[in-house]
């Protein structure tokens, strides 16, 4: 049996909130036990490794928006855009996120560009 697509964007949305709010144990239960997280900088790398790795660079956005979701089965694609607290500057990134059973089980980044000012 399938997840549906209002679902998967449910859980979707429930994912970036908890990320930007700072919920770590919320996130913890969002993400499933095999979680994996890949980026051009990270390769497959674990939960424990995520907490490690990126967890803490939820800090250094704001003014952070979902732009687009398109979300089909148990899988969606994400674009958002997103300011860094450091120097201000704008970017836009896309993820796919994979879901089962009503849980993350996997992210893949593929950042975007940067805006111009």
Aim: net charge negative; hydrophobic share 40%.
């Amino acid at each position: 049996m399938g997840t549906s697509p209002s679902s998967t964007s449910e859980l979707v949305r429930r994912l970036y909130a908890t990320f930007i709010a700072g919920d770590r144990p919320a996130m913890e239960a969002l993400l499933a036990d095999d979680f994996t997280f890949t980026s051009p900088n990270d390769d497959h790398i674990d939960k424990a490794a995520y907490f490690i790795r990126c967890w803490p660079n939820r800090d250094k956005l704001r003014n952070f928006e979902i732009e687009t979701l398109v979300a089909e089965d148990h899988a969606a694609f994400v674009r958002y855009r997103a300011e860094r607290v450091a120097d201000g500057v704008r970017f836009r990134n896309t993820e796919y996120v994979v879901c089962a059973d009503g849980r993350v089980r996997a992210v893949e980044v593929y950042f975007g560009s940067e805006d111009k000012k």
